[in-house]
């Protein structure tokens, strides 16, 4: 039988005293595994890579149906903790404001109990949203009911004045001409008659079974809405009240898998993202609560009908960049346009006014240049994000568009320093200084 030793210098010897042998050479291969291990990883890496971008492909061109209901899944799944994660996010700079007021009043009154602070912000920060929700319900509802109600009575109002007004032709109907308009209007009310009856038979009935289940998934889905809403409420006070802990254990994975260049890019384009979302998003929201203040208290002072509702409806809209204002005028207008038409046009001049106003005071004061992108792109964002994504698209398309335009920007200066073009750089910054004052700092 044969052994392996080794000697003084630690060379492998077998049995018979001699330096390796083939009895030893699982001893070598283990070594040279080790050392080429590296490279053995690298290409295992390299080759599940390339697979896995092959599958990818495969399925989004020839399985997309596969890819759309596996996502569609993940979603429904997740929808909670997305819900609790965009409630944390834009309820976080609430939360750190009640919660240095708090720590300055504790502060004054010598109380040492610092842990219950965070607790109490959260606290406070819910009943406020709870608040404004609750109030804009009562604002909203009251005045969607209201102006049902008027047009249903304006309606009801014109058709019996166009009653009366068929009546009094008929009354005074004895030449040849008020007979003919009077016969030709019985027969336009006698063809709206039976095309109904046929529409009822015909068209409405067959169609009721299915019109009653999209009632009830619609049914359904306000449901999981709510369900949502209230489980991503909870989930955004497990998340403010812990927001640096998970931020810092995402930290550690990200350094623990990274290259720490790599990693250390990865932190610096998280924070430019935040800066650019929660900057534009927060100043959005002040400057579209101010709008919505101005028009209140200018409908007070007009005596605008449905001043609470329209002043809710152009705040709202204007949140949404470039199309937002016109939004929520249209509506608005058509609302004051049942009750006074002079009302109306007052209305809307004003929102011309109003709207210049924004563009150029107050919008500028509040968002300063959050976004460094151009009208032509911020246009280009609205529609893009808003074809894919709906009304939730159009508000947060135009931060999203910023930092890919960010990435590309730098990637553009990388390119052409690296190629030691950096004249081509400058010469474009000299042509146009305005696109220099519109990227926006990154720290």
């Known amino acids: ?10 060379h492998f010897l077998s049995s018979r005293g001699k330096r390796p042998r083939p009895a030893c050479s699982f001893m070598r291969r283990f070594t040279a595994l080790n050392e080429n291990g590296k490279r053995y990883r690298d290409i295992l890496i390299l080759v599940a890579s390339i697979t896995f ?8 061109f020839f399985r997309t149906g596969i890819i759309v209901k596996a996502v569609s899944v993940l979603a429904a799944i997740l929808m ?10 834009l309820l976080r700079p609430v939360a750190l404001t009640f919660e240095k007021w708090i720590g300055l009043l504790f502060d004054r009154m010598k109380i040492k109990h610092r ?8 606290l406070l920060t819910m009943v406020l949203l709870l608040l404004l929700l609750g109030l804009l319900v009562m604002a909203i509802v009251p005045g969607v009911v209201s102006s049902v109600t008027t047009l249903v009575q304006s309606l009801n ?11 009094s032709i008929n009354v005074g109907s004895e030449n040849e001409a008020g007979t003919e308009m009077v016969g030709l209007i019985e027969q336009a009310v006698q063809t709206v008659t039976n095309r109904l009856n046929e529409w009822l038979s015909k068209d409405l009935l067959p169609t009721l079974t299915s019109q009653m289940n999209k009632v009830t998934a619609s049914f359904s ?6 369900k949502n809403f209230g489980l991503g409420l909870i989930i955004s006070v497990y998340l403010l009240s812990g927001w640096e802990k998970y931020m810092a254990q995402a930290k550690l994975i990200a350094y623990s898998v990274l290259p720490g260049k790599a990693a250390d890019w990865l932190g610096k384009e998280i924070r430019f993202v935040d800066r650019s979302f929660s ?6 929201i002040i400057d579209s609560a101010i709008i919505g203040l101005i028009c209140f208290a200018f409908s007070m002072i007009v005596g605008l009908p449905y001043g609470i509702l329209v002043s809710v409806i152009v705040g709202i809209t204007n949140i949404i960049p470039f199309f937002g204002p016109y939004l929520g005028a249209i509506p608005s207008a058509l609302l004051i346009l049942t009750e006074s038409p002079w009302k109306c046009l007052v209305f809307v001049v004003f929102i011309i006014i109003l709207q210049q106003v924004d563009g150029n005071v107050i919008g500028p004061m509040i968002l300063g240049d959050k976004v460094g992108l151009s009208s032509f792109w911020i246009l280009f964002a609205i529609l893009f994000f808003g074809a894919l994504w709906g009304l939730v698209g159009m508000i947060v398309g135009v931060p999203i568009f910023a930092v890919a335009y960010d990435l590309v920007a730098r990637s553009v200066g990388y390119g052409l320093k690296k190629k030691n073009r950096t004249d081509l750089l400058d010469a474009y910054h000299s042509a146009f200084p305005e696109e220099e004052k519109e990227k926006p700092e990154k720290k």
């Open 157 to 167: 109002t014109y058709v019996r004045q166009f009653e009366a007004w068929l009546e």
């Open 115 to 122: 842990g219950s602070i965070r607790m109490i912000s959260i």
């Open 279 to 284: 900057g534009f998003i927060s100043g959005k």
């Open 80 to 89: 909670p903790f997305i819900f609790g994660f965009v409630f944390a996010y």
């Open 221 to 226: 889905s306000i449901l999981s809405i709510i």
């Open 1 to 10: 039988m044969l052994f392996c030793y080794t000697d003084m210098q630690g």
């Open 53 to 60: 971008v092959i599958c990818v492909i495969l399925l989004v």
